[in-house]
């Protein structure tokens, strides 16, 4: 079955920097475009990023644009988020899945804290 294992988040600071990783299963990844969903306490899940499958065309939420990275190894099965200048407004559970066809993993939580 169609599985996603999102990894690599945390606690850090204002300012700082994190990558997440998702390993994805189940489905040839090389067909699908994929995206990184985040959802903050309180507030509906929104999209962050999206990658097509050659990994040559992304798109970003305003919101994260010039801070956020997202990138795909499609040998690999795995998608990226490399979040830079980091702020509290990122504080949430972040999410991996295909762009057109959603379901959800377990998540990884960011927590960007002094």
Do not use: H
Not at 3 to 9: C, D, H, M, N, R
Not at 10 to 21: A, D, E, T
Not at 42 to 69: H, L, M, P, Q
């Amino acid at each position: 079955q169609v599985q996603f294992v999102e990894s690599g988040g945390g606690l850090v600071q204002p300012g700082g920097s994190l990558r997440l990783s998702c390993a994805a299963s189940g489905f040839t990844f090389s067909s699908y475009s994929m995206s990184w969903y985040r959802q903050a306490p309180g507030k509906e899940r929104e999209s962050v990023a999206t990658i097509n499958t050659s990994g040559e065309y992304t798109n970003y939420a305003d919101s994260v644009k010039g801070r956020f990275t997202i990138s795909r190894d499609n040998a690999k099965n795995t998608v990226y988020l490399q979040m830079n200048s980091l702020k509290l407004e990122d504080t949430a559970v972040y999410y991996c899945t295909r762009t057109t066809v959603r379901t959800w993993g377990q998540g990884t939580q960011v927590t960007v804290s002094s």
